[in-house]
Structure formats: structure tokens, C-alpha cells
């Protein structure tokens, strides 16, 4: 039976000081962007797919090569309830503990966690949370204990305000950690033995809000939490102006646009250590650039060059570019594996990877879904959906195109 939190998030209670808790475990289980709606494992990728009318968990098998709903009866439609991979409310999905965690929105009642078996089984609800409060940040655990910020609503003095906590998802408690600034934005990044590795963004000056000066002038600074003291610390500060930022698994990475180079950080109990500078990237220095993922020691970047077209006169577009850059000898290649559709180009771009192989989106697919309307009709309509092979790490970064079409 789930425990339910259903007082005002202000009256969390705090963690009281005990014995140094040592987490051999800790890790981030999810980007530090926030709930997904994909996860991976070794034997296969599961995909939560929105797109319906309920939300429905897919699977990928690696070893057969298929995309299945997560149900095993198969006289089910698995379009209600009563399939296994039906999960009303969910938005997002992680691995965790030889499980499943499936976070739920809130129609009625309360957010929620659940977890289910691998097989879409044994689903039990673990947590039920503040509805008033917001909990659209990234999550890290170990064992059965999860880590991640909320903006926690006061009724007192009607505003969210953020915090560091922790859900205990045995005893189905939470608990605050930490109060943080509420003049910034936080963000959970990483972690490093017994720490929590947290980022904050301030605007420093009086800009217009949403303007491109305001954007240049957000001050970023990186801060360890020591999970066993309770004591958070200031690490390292930049300005946005300077550089482009991501963290993936144990590294921060920065890209300096004044040296076309990416800067590849390491996480430590001990701090932040710098390992390497890359080779510089071939583009302008007015280009844009979008981290993508870290796959096979290599991360995964697009960059967006502006160019003068004859047929749109002054008008700039942009021709897009994709590299990877190793991150245990700095070197760049360029990647050049694409998909067409709709009479538009875009790159094939890994998702996730197991034993040297990776699952890709190699192309889109219209694909007509059925729901019903505000009247009781049953309507069609088409939507797209990824088309996912899987390839070989050396194939994909020697551009080689040799795929297994996800069927």
C-alpha cells in the first residue's frame, strides 16, 4: 500500500543528522534534462508512447529485433485498462533496481510513482506526491532511495519554492534535504560517490526576459551536496556567454565557442577534474549547437550554420552538421548517416546502447491511431512515429550504414 502526501510540501520534514549513510550505488536515472519517456537495459528499450489516447509502455527486444506492446496476452487490444501496457496518466519511465518506475500526472487525486516487472507484471504503487507541487526535474537513486529537486508549493505564502529532497520509496516518505535560492533555477546534473551534483542559472543583469541579451548574461554555477555531512558547496561558475554545457553519466562537458573545442570534465567525490581538451570543430564561431547524448566514449553533438541562400536573398537558413567527438583522445569525425522524409534530410541519432551496439532512429513512419471523440465516435487520425534499427558502434561511427530494422 502506497504512503500518501497529502499535506502542504512546506512541512516536509527535514532529514535529521544520524550516521553516515554510504550510497554504493548512486547514480542518475534520468538526463539531466528531466523524466524521459525511454529507458534502457541490457536485453532491450522500452518507450512509453504518448501519442494515443492512453499512454502505452513498447518494447524493444535486442535479441529478436522487435517493437511489442508490454503485454503478453495475445487476444488483448491494449487499448484499455486492462492491458499491462496501459498505464493511465503516465509521462515518463525510468530503470531502476531491476525494475521499472513509472511516473504518473495527476487527473484526479495525486502524482504518483508505480513500479512494474520488466514483463509489464507485478505493478504496485510505491509513492503517492504533493499535488500542488512540481516535479519536472531529473532523479538520481540508489538502492530505494530517490534524489531529485521540486519547486514545493506554499500555501502560506502561495509560491512554489525549490528543494532538495529525497523519497524514500520503501517507507513511500519524502523528506527535505536542502532549501535552495529561489531567485535561480535549479537542476540535478550528476553525482560522484556520496554526492549530488546540482547547477543553478541567475540572470545577472537587467535584461528583457527571453531576449537573447538576458540569455548571455545567466550566470551558471555547479555545486556538490555531500549526502553523508548535508552540506552543499560551490564548485565552479560561468557565463553562459562563454559556454555551451551538458552532463552526461560522470562528465561535464563544455563547448567554447571562442575556441571551437569541447572541454571534457570528470565528476569526483573530490570535485570537478578536467581530462582533456578536444580537437577544435570545424564551424563558424556564430554557430548553433545541441548536445545529443555520450555513446561508446563518444558525445554526440548537431550544429546549426547559418548560410546565405541566393533564394531567399538576405534571408539566412541553416545547414546542419553532426559530429562526434572521442572523449578518451579528443578527437572529432564528422558523421554523415541520414534518413529522408518528406522531402526533408535529418541524421540518424543513437538513443541508446548496449555491449558496442546501439539502437538509432533511422526514419519516421505515419502510422494512423484511433481514439475516441468528444461525442463517442471512434476517429482516426495519423500521426509519426520513429522507425529504430539497431547498428554496431564501429558501423555507426565509421558511417557505415549496415542496420537491423527494429520491426
Not at 528499450?45 to 535479441?63: H, K, M, N, Q, V
Not at 502524482?111 to 514483463?119: E, K, N, V
Not at 550544429?303 to 534571408?315: F, L, M, Q, R, Y
Not at 465516435?377 to 557505415?400: E, G, L, R
Request: net charge negative; charged share 15%.
Amino acid at each position: 500500500m502506497a504512503s500518501t502526501v497529502n499535506n502542504s510540501s512546506e512541512t516536509y520534514p527535514e532529514v535529521e543528522p544520524t550516521e553516515p549513510i554510504l550510497y554504493h550505488d548512486l547514480k542518475m536515472l534520468t538526463s539531466s534534462m528531466g523524466i524521459g519517456t525511454t529507458c534502457n537495459t541490457k536485453t532491450g528499450f522500452y518507450e512509453l508512447d504518448l501519442s494515443g489516447a492512453l499512454p502505452t509502455l513498447f518494447y524493444i527486444d535486442y535479441a529478436t529485433h522487435q517493437k511489442l506492446p508490454l503485454c503478453s496476452r495475445p487476444e488483448c487490444q491494449h487499448n484499455d485498462e486492462t492491458c499491462n501496457a496501459v498505464i493511465p496518466n503516465a509521462i515518463g519511465v525510468v530503470n531502476f533496481q531491476q525494475h521499472l518506475l513509472v511516473f504518473c500526472s495527476a487527473i484526479e487525486g495525486n502524482p504518483s510513482i508505480l513500479q512494474i516487472g520488466y514483463d509489464g507484471n507485478d505493478r504496485v504503487t510505491l509513492v503517492e506526491l504533493n499535488s500542488a507541487d512540481r516535479y519536472d526535474c531529473a532523479f538520481a537513486g540508489d538502492q530505494n532511495v530517490l534524489f531529485t529537486i521540486v519547486e514545493a508549493y506554499s500555501s502560506e505564502l502561495n509560491v512554489q519554492t525549490p528543494q532538495l529532497i529525497q523519497i524514500d520509496l520503501a517507507q513511500g516518505s519524502i523528506q527535505k534535504l536542502t532549501q535552495l535560492d529561489s531567485s535561480k533555477s535549479w537542476f540535478l546534473v550528476g553525482t560522484a560517490d556520496n554526492t549530488l551534483i546540482l547547477k543553478s542559472i541567475e540572470v545577472t543583469q537587467n535584461k528583457n526576459p527571453g531576449s537573447h541579451e538576458a540569455y548571455l548574461s545567466q550566470k551558471h554555477e555547479l555545486f556538490f551536496y555531500d549526502l553523508q555531512l548535508q552540506e552543499m558547496t560551490p564548485q565552479r561558475s560561468w557565463m553562459q556567454e562563454e559556454v555551451v554545457d551538458a552532463s552526461y553519466g560522470d562528465y561535464l562537458f563544455f563547448y567554447i565557442p571562442s575556441k571551437g573545442t569541447f572541454e571534457v570534465n570528470r565528476f569526483d567525490g573530490a570535485g570537478l577534474t578536467t581530462v582533456l581538451q578536444s580537437q577544435p570543430i570545424p564551424i563558424p564561431d556564430s554557430s548553433s549547437l545541441y548536445f545529443l547524448g555520450l555513446y561508446d566514449d563518444r558525445l554526440v553533438v548537431q550544429v546549426g550554420e547559418k548560410i546565405e541562400s541566393e533564394s531567399s536573398g538576405s534571408a539566412a537558413n541553416v545547414k546542419w552538421r553532426q559530429f562526434a567527438v572521442d572523449i578518451s583522445d579528443g578527437s572529432v569525425i564528422e558523421l554523415h548517416l541520414s534518413y529522408t522524409y518528406a522531402g526533408v534530410t535529418d541524421f540518424v541519432v543513437p538513443v541508446a546502447e548496449s555491449d558496442g551496439v546501439l539502437l538509432v532512429k533511422c526514419g519516421v513512419q505515419e502510422k494512423m491511431m484511433t481514439a475516441e471523440g468528444p461525442d463517442g465516435t471512434i476517429q482516426q487520425y495519423p500521426t509519426v512515429v520513429p522507425v529504430y534499427a539497431t547498428i554496431s558502434s564501429t558501423n555507426y561511427f565509421s558511417n557505415n550504414a549496415q542496420y537491423t530494422k527494429i520491426q
